[in-house]
């Protein structure tokens, strides 16, 4: 194993105790039973295999998912929250890497999945602070601003809508931002109570949920395989790896296949309602077109920052400094909160900025790569494994099923990310600095 997921195998962080507390869903029971033979084998409780696990629960498969902590533990309970109807890459983009018919599948389904996802929310009743007021992206330069117009012109029939002046700065609560585009296709939660309702929903239609289960090892038996945890065995016709940047040691390659990288996020203090009132006043979650992460929110009566960290180092962020940075150029008159916690989560880079699914060997599927958008993407990737899992065709998936690619001299690769991160991070400096 290489430095970097050594470093991933040694996080001992937990998601921020903020996330998944009082009146929203409780922590998920451990399955009663142990089954030693099951349909699918799915290892990793984030929501890329709890979805998988739901959808084929509901088709009828047996199904047991291995989670080596409690669910949510990755990602998944560490999020922003935010649910986003885009990839990384423009539409055009999409068509011209996956030709018309892909890729027109593929934008169309990322666009109405934060809808979908809201809709099996309130048909579950999942008490996630599912807040569906759409989202805020910020311009705070020119070419920001022409960036999310072709970004608006391009959505082509969606009801994103820009705002300038005193129209963008009454729903930002600030006039930091000369442009906004607001689309109501997005929304935000907490991220840890939504893994939880979705295990829940799938543990409803029969999927037996093992947290505190660690798989050390897949072996194949015949046409079939043997899935070890610690001195529990058990045997499934098909394994689902959705471990993604957690991945560790139990598929090599896999884990080579994408760089580990450390998003950091931190909460205020609670703030008095008055306080909370002008700021983001319609409840919008706000990004901008910075290149790196530049997320604010309401979130559980507290102000909510994306913040710059370590890239490989995990909880090292001068959490303090960077939110009163972030809240004191776009809510100057803010007396300087102070901030109750930090916390980082890792999230898998692609060379390429989309997930992948990988057909690791016969009867073994894995999605990775979210690239730090995959609250609505791993409901369409979970859809994609289940379909894979129960025989469908490559060309049935949402998601193109891809070689496996391991990169040569991985930390070499983490190497170069961290140096393009840090020339993003001077260029955004810059940006903010010009309008
Ligand atoms: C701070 C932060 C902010 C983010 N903000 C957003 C956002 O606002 N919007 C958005 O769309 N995306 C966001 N993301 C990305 C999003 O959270 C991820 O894309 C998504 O949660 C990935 O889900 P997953 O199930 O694929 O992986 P994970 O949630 O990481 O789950 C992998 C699981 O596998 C388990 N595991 C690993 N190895 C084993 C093993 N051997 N045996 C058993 N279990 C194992 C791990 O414990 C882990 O629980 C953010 C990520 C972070 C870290």
Same mark, same amino acid.
């Given at each position: ?35 030693? &033979? ?36 990755? #990602?998944?309970?560490?999020? *922003? ?5 885009? @990839? ?7 068509? =011209?890497?996956?030709?018309?018919? /892909? ?15 809201? #809709? ?18 910020? =311009? ?15 959505? &082509?029939? =969606? ?8 129209? #963008? =700065? ?5 006039? *930091? ?25 799938? #543990? ?9 289960? &660690? ?40 884990? &080579? ?34 290149? @790196?992460?530049? !997320? ?6 507290? @102000? ?7 890239? *490989?180092?995990? !909880? ?11 809240? /004191? ?55 994609? @494994? ?12 949402? *998601? ?28 955004? /400096? ?6």
């Amino acid at each position: 194993m290489g430095l970097i997921q050594r470093r991933v195998t040694n996080d001992t962080s937990a998601p921020p105790s903020l996330y998944g507390a009082a009146g929203v869903e409780p922590t998920v029971p451990a399955a009663k039973g142990w089954d030693n &033979r099951v349909d699918v084998a799915i290892v990793g409780g984030g929501i890329t295999g709890l979805w998988t696990a739901y959808n084929l629960a509901t088709n009828g498969a047996s199904v047991a998912v291995l989670e080596s902590h409690e669910v949510g533990h990755g #990602a998944s309970g560490r999020a *922003f929250g935010q649910l986003v109807p885009y @990839l990384k890459h423009s539409h055009e983009k999409i068509i =011209a890497d996956l030709g018309e018919e /892909r890729g027109t599948r593929l934008s169309a389904a990322v666009a109405v999945a934060p809808a979908e996802v809201a #809709a099996f929310i309130e048909r579950y009743q999942i008490a996630c602070a599912a807040t569906r007021t759409g989202i805020l992206i910020g =311009a705070r330069t020119k070419a920001g601003s022409a960036q999310l117009e072709a970004t608006a012109a391009a959505l &082509r029939g =969606a009801p994103a809508k820009m705002f300038y002046g005193s129209a #963008a =700065a009454d729903l930002v609560g600030s006039d *930091f931002y000369p442009a906004v585009l607001l689309d109501p296709r997005g929304f935000h939660l907490d991220p840890l109570a939504y893994a939880r309702g979705l295990a829940r929903a799938a #543990a409803a239609h029969g999927a037996l949920i093992h947290p505190v289960t &660690r798989v050390d090892r897949i072996a194949p038996r015949g046409s079939e395989w043997d899935i070890i945890c610690g001195t529990r065995q058990l045997t499934a016709e098909k394994v689902i790896i959705a471990t993604n940047a957690y991945s560790g040691p139990l598929w090599p390659d896999l884990a &080579r296949s994408v760089v580990p990288f450390l998003v950091h996020g931190a909460v205020t203090e609670p703030l008095p309602e008055g306080v909370l009132a002008d700021i983001l006043p319609q409840g919008q979650p706000l990004t901008d077109t910075r290149r @790196l992460y530049s !997320g604010v929110r309401k979130f559980g009566g507290r @102000l909510h920052v994306s913040i710059d960290g370590a890239s *490989f180092v995990p !909880g090292r962020a001068d959490a303090a400094r960077m939110v009163q940075r972030r809240l /004191r150029e776009l809510y100057p008159r803010l007396p300087a909160p102070h901030v109750e916690n930090s916390w980082s989560g890792w999230i898998a880079l692609t060379t390429d900025q989309y997930p992948h699914i990988h057909r690791l060997a016969e009867g073994v599927w894995s999605a990775v790569g979210c690239n730090g958008r995959g609250l609505a993407a791993a409901s369409l990737l979970g859809r994609d @494994l289940a379909a894979l899992a129960r025989g469908a065709g490559d060309n049935a998936t949402v *998601f193109p099923v891809r070689p496996l690619r391991p990169l040569p001299l991985h930390d070499a690769a983490a190497l170069v990310v961290a140096t393009v991160v840090s020339t993003k991070r001077w260029l955004d /400096r810059i940006d903010a600095t010009t309008r």
